[in-house]
């Protein structure tokens, strides 16, 4: 079992920036490949960014070239780095890991969440 801890959220205006941190406990997270998802409230979870163990990397159309996920396997933490934020970011950032390689912009393919953190950008 892993559990994941989130952090990093807050409140930014539009145009900043902000850095997520994901830290795992109980397992290395090398053995799993990570995402970012979010939900706004009234909306369905969605994917945002997920980074394998090879250090392969993608992201939702929505955040590419803003967004970018990395992971420190000897500190045990993966970011996620977002730039010139949106109001249309505002969500609960969820960490998650992953078993597997592919499918990795699906919720279903990961076994491990972690509890959020809360990401509002005012406009």
């Known amino acids: 079992q892993v559990q994941l801890v989130e952090s990093g959220g807050g409140l930014v205006q539009a145009g900043g920036s902000l850095r997520l941190s994901c830290t795992a406990s109980?397992?290395?997270?090398?053995?799993?490949?990570m995402g970012w998802f979010r939900q706004a409230p009234e909306k369905e979870r969605e994917f945002v960014a997920a980074?394998?163990?090879?250090?392969?990397?993608y992201y939702a159309d929505s955040v590419k070239g803003r967004f970018t996920i990395s992971r420190d396997n000897a500190k045990n933490t993966v970011y996620l780095e977002m730039i010139s934020l949106e109001p249309g970011d505002t969500a609960v950032y969820y960490c998650?890991?992953?078993?597997?390689?592919?499918?990795?912009?699906?919720?279903?393919?990961?076994?491990?969440w972690g509890q959020g953190t809360q990401v509002t950008v005012s406009s």
């Open positions: 998650a890991a992953s078993d597997w390689s592919s499918g990795l912009h699906l919720s279903d393919t990961y076994n491990h």
């Open positions: 109980e397992r290395r997270i090398s053995s799993y490949s």
């Open positions: 980074i394998t163990r090879s250090g392969i990397t």
